[in-house]
């Protein structure tokens, strides 16, 4: 009865892995850069199992901390129709990526690259969810994919911090004047 048990264990945890959804992905998928600072976001597709075809996404962001300059598809993949419907810098929204080819994609591949400029201290999620408008699809079929979702984390380079010895003479200071008071 125990080998059956293991062997049920065993059976699931590998229909398990068969079926888990192909997903999209950032890379890097957390950072740490000053404010002024630019960094290149890539979005690629790890795990499809089936060619795809083409797909669409909308890439959500805080937008005090980050904004977008611009997104370059990896038109060696995507040769046949790229682009974005809106880019919403003030809301945080880039909204309907879209990215086709004749030639379809499987495994690992290349999306685009979202090059964004850090603009104000504090933390920015970019998370992606599918567009409505072009789900991911091979041969006309949509195809389930789940997201990830990256961190970017902004710090101020000009941030004064006092020192150790600028708190230590601060408190010397304050003894000294509780003491003289003490005195009299």
Known sequence: MKKFGYSLMVALLLATAAEAAPTVTFDPMAATIDIGAIIDVSIKGLGFDTAIDGG?????????VLQVNNVVFNTTVWEFDTGYD????????????YFLS?????????????????VGKGKSLLELNLSEYNPFASMGEIVPVS???????????????PEPATISLLLA?????????TKK
């Open 56 to 64: 669409g996404l909308n890439l959500k962001f805080n937008p005090s």
């Open 102 to 118: 004749w030639k379809s994609a499987s495994g690992e591949f290349p999306i685009a690259t979202v090059n964004m400029t850090a």
């Open 147 to 161: 997201m990830d979702t990256a961190s970017v984390n902004v710090n101020d380079p000009n941030a004064t911090v």
């Open 173 to 181: 200071g304050l003894g000294l004047v509780g003491y003289k008071k």
């Open 86 to 97: 809106k880019l919403d810098n003030s809301s945080g929204n880039l909204n309907d990526l």
